[in-house]
């Protein structure tokens, strides 16, 4: 049995024989958890590393990717947003998600 982890990360986990066994995500599990980060208040790099559970090397290729697509801005210095496109893609993504995971099921 799989479930969502109740952790924020989008990492899949599930309990067998006492060990809890961890799925690695996939860049589309990361970008849609970076996108998620980003619609909400100020959001730094460091907290999209911590947050996202990536290493900062790895969370930085993310952002500038997103940035070049225009689907995530530097509002300020430091400090990431959310673009419309972004938002459109994150709802894009998250649709995807839940029809693979109805196939899943079938």
């Not at 799989?2 to 995500?25: H, I, N």
């Not at 860049?27 to 290493?55: A, E, F, H, V, W």
Request: hydrophobic fraction near 35%.
């Amino acid at each position: 049995m799989r479930s969502r982890c109740p952790v924020e990360c989008g990492a899949r986990s599930g309990l067998m024989r006492g060990r809890w066994e961890m799925q690695r995500r996939d860049k589309l599990d990361i970008m849609k958890d970076i996108l998620t980060l980003c619609l909400g208040p100020d959001m730094k790099k460091t907290q999209i590393t911590y947050k996202s559970n990536l290493n900062f090397q790895k969370a930085s290729e993310f952002i500038e990717w997103l940035k070049f697509h225009e689907l995530v801005l530097e509002e300020k210095k430091g400090v990431y947003k959310t673009t419309l496109a972004g938002e459109t893609m994150l709802h894009k993504l998250e649709k995807l998600t839940t029809v693979l995971s109805e196939s899943e099921k079938m």
